[in-house]
């Protein structure tokens, strides 16, 4: 069985993943084409250590970014499904727990505000 997420190196770990399937998804890999990697995977994992463990060191506005994104590259509802389909698959490949479900849970929450607030 595998283990739970029980710190940063997990969090990175589960973001590296996620987006090696992400990327090239046919529905919503071309979110990710301009996006400076060695930036955004540190600056997300930062995010999802703050969801997951109360980490301090994220500093951003998700909202207003998606916002931003959204007026270059319209979402649809089908993104943020698709995107909370991967997101969850890839939790449940690496991780078990009580961790790994808050992590699958919060992805829920976040991905239906991101959704109503966008759109």
Known sequence: ??????????????????YTRARPDPL???????????????HI?????????????FQGDPMTAHKKLHARIPMRPEHFSRWLELFHATVD????????E?????ATTIA??????VL
């Open 112 to 117: 239906g505000v991101m959704m109503h607030k």
């Open 28 to 42: 919503i890999g071309h979110f990710f084409t301009e996006l400076d990697w060695d930036h955004h995977i540190p």
């Open 45 to 57: 994992t930062a995010f999802w250590n703050m969801v997951l463990f109360g980490d301090h060191t």
């Open 102 to 106: 808050e992590a699958k849970q919060r």
């Open 1 to 18: 069985m595998a283990q739970d997420i029980i710190g940063p190196a997990d969090t990175r770990a589960l973001i590296e993943r996620f």
């Open 93 to 100: 490949e690496l991780y078990a727990g009580p961790k790994a």
